[in-house]
């Protein structure tokens, strides 16, 4: 596994307002293109493979009250780097579930998946697996609420580091 410390980075951890998929999406987009983090084909190709390929994750078997996530992504040659993106939802937004694509939740957080390696994405997405299997219910809950990015970078790179150790 690569050096965990890499997989964030504090100007890349966002809080959104926004109620639709496509301008979650679309808002962080802006964001990571105006830092260098992805190409301008970026948005219609992560737009385009969720609407095909959705990433919805229904966290019910994790524990209660957990709100559901999702891991958009799409291939490395759109992207400039290797980064997870936490995005935290402050309203909930629709994706449709990996799993079940015809059904739909409701998502409070993304985790949203950066790498220009193509065989990379995979280990990313096991790492976010990884998080979401070694972290008590509890403290799952409370990230996935939290409104402040710089809280979210340092939780998030506390305990992807943890793994490390």
């Known amino acids: ?8 980075a504090p100007d890349a951890v966002f809080v959104t307002d926004q109620i639709k998929q496509d301008l979650v999406l679309k808002e962080v987009y802006d964001k990571l293109l105006e830092r260098g983090y992805v190409k301008g084909n970026f ?4 737009v385009e493979r969720e609407h095909n390929f959705p990433t919805g994750l229904d966290t019910k078997t994790l524990g209660q009250n957990i709100p559901n996530i999702a891991v958009p992504h799409t291939e490395g040659e759109f992207v400039n780097t290797r980064l997870i993106v936490p995005v935290a939802l402050k309203n909930p937004v629709l994706f449709h579930n990996m799993i079940k694509p015809k059904e739909t939740l409701e998502v409070k ?5 950066l790498d220009n390696d ?3 994405q995979a280990k990313l997405l ?9 972290t008590p219910a509890n403290e799952l809950r409370e990230v996935f609420n939290f409104t402040d990015p710089q809280a979210i970078y340092a939780f998030l790179k506390q305990k992807f580091m943890k793994k490390e150790d």
């Open 1 to 8: 596994m690569t050096n965990t410390e890499n997989f964030f």
């Open 126 to 134: 096991a790492s976010v697996m990884d998080f979401f299997a070694d």
């Open 43 to 46: 948005l219609s190709h992560i």
């Open 118 to 120: 193509p065989d990379g």
């Open 109 to 113: 957080f993304l985790f949203m998946l």
